[in-house]
């Protein structure tokens, strides 16, 4: 068995837990969609009179809900390199939708 330098045996590695980590990523957006989709077709929020600002928002925080399932995913299928390229990316759209 393999151990740490202190003697203590090394865990399962990250990968053991990633299949958790990616369904997690996919129930949470969906729950997200689904809760502001709600209040919409409740008539909460229409979406007609928002300002354009709040529609962007919108947007992009759907496109950063798919970057965070891409990003997810991509360490599930051992592509780690394209995860960390894609990072950059998710980056500029949080710091977009923070900012709208």
Known sequence: MAT???GAPLGRGYMADQAFYTRFAILLSLFIVLAFGGFA???LGPPGP?????????MLMLAWLGMYIL???LISAGQVAVHRHTGWLS???ALAAIFT
């Open 91 to 93: 980056l500029l759209v």
């Open 4 to 6: 740490h330098a202190g």
């Open 41 to 43: 077709l409740r008539g």
């Open 50 to 58: 928002a300002p354009l600002l709040v529609h962007a928002h919108a």
């Open 71 to 73: 990003q997810s995913s």
